[in-house]
């Protein structure tokens, strides 16, 4: 039975991110929104409902390994798994803000996690505080500095309803979200009856099924034409998840690390800086299909090391 409502949830999945991707796309030419700060925030906030509903039910029930895990997990998989994924479709274009300023801020804040972790070996109810109003700054001054880039230009005005874009997003969010709430329940079913270990199945099949919204959405993105919306959803997801996620459990309950270890957290800062070199050497300002290749070979040999 579980393995019907995983296709189930796979079937809710691909429709949400469709209906989610048309509708933030209108939503970004009608209100002459950039894509990439649509997706850093509407799409990114929104994909990452199921890691915040995981971490933080994970995180009452006082399971911090989970909670921890779950964003380790997915911020490994947003950007090897999917945008690797992502750009064997289409290769993925990167702009001068995204190099000079979007992803240096995803290495931050992974940087700053790795740091919190190794200096106190758990994230406490002060620090949470501190990621949440570091994510408020982040999303007020990236809207900002990316309105004032497009003062100037003239943007086609979608023609459409606002109480439609309204619905395509609404919709689309609940299929991602509840799709994704169906495969993770699946899917932890499974592992726990092949006897897969609680801080595996959090960095692995918790974190990947987490992540389908994201995956789901991104490549629906690549496959319309909008690759800054994907890429805005990947970066806005990942600092999501550790500003937001991590800051909102660890405000409701300090989280220790014990099953999720260093080398997790330091993979998570190592694939933040493998995407930067990528877009300035390999690439040039952009992800290529067999760069692509590489993040998926790469994220496979990882989840090989732990399994």
């Not at 997915?74 to 803000?97: D, Q």
């Not at 790795?114 to 505080?129: D, H, K, M, P």
């Not at 700054?137 to 606002?162: G, N």
């Not at 994704?180 to 990947?208: C, M, P």
Request: aromatic share 6%; glycine share 10%; net charge neutral.
């Amino acid at each position: 039975m579980d393995y019907l409502f995983l296709v189930i949830a796979l079937g809710l999945i691909v429709g949400g991110a469709m209906l989610l991707t048309d509708g933030s796309v209108a939503l970004a030419r009608r209100l002459h929104i950039p894509e990439f700060i649509v997706g850093l925030t509407v799409v990114a906030v929104g994909t990452s409902m199921p890691e915040m509903a995981v971490s933080m039910i994970s995180t009452v029930a006082g399971y911090g390994d989970m909670a921890i895990g779950n964003v380790v997990g997915s911020n490994i998989a947003n950007i090897l798994l999917i945008l690797g994924v992502c750009a064997m479709f289409a290769p993925v274009v990167l702009t001068k803000s995204n190099i000079r300023r979007d992803i240096p801020l995803n290495i931050a804040v992974s940087i700053a996690l790795l740091i919190v972790a190794y200096t106190s070996g758990a994230i406490r109810r002060v620090e949470g505080i501190l990621l949440l109003a570091g994510y408020v700054a982040m999303i007020w001054y990236s809207v900002r500095a990316e309105r004032k880039a497009m003062a100037a230009e003239e943007q086609p005005v979608e023609d459409v309803s606002m109480w439609r874009v309204v619905f395509l997003i609404v919709a689309g969010l609940a299929g991602l979200i509840y799709g994704g709430d169906i495969f993770v329940d699946s899917a932890t079913s499974i592992a726990k009856a092949w006897g897969v270990s609680e801080a595996v199945i959090a960095i692995t099949l918790v974190a990947v099924g987490t992540s389908l919204p994201e995956l789901a959405a991104s490549l629906a993105s690549i496959l319309k034409g909008s690759a800054s919306l994907a890429l805005g959803n990947v970066i806005g997801s990942n600092i999501a998840n550790i500003l937001l996620i991590l800051g909102a459990c660890s405000t409701v309950a300090p989280l220790k690390l014990a099953g999720v270890g260093m080398v997790d957290i330091s993979v998570v800062v190592a694939t933040s800086v493998l995407l930067l070199l990528s877009a300035l050497f390999i690439g040039n300002k952009k992800i290529t299909r067999f760069e692509g290749f590489i993040f998926l070979a790469i994220y496979v040999v990882y989840i090989y090391t732990l399994l």
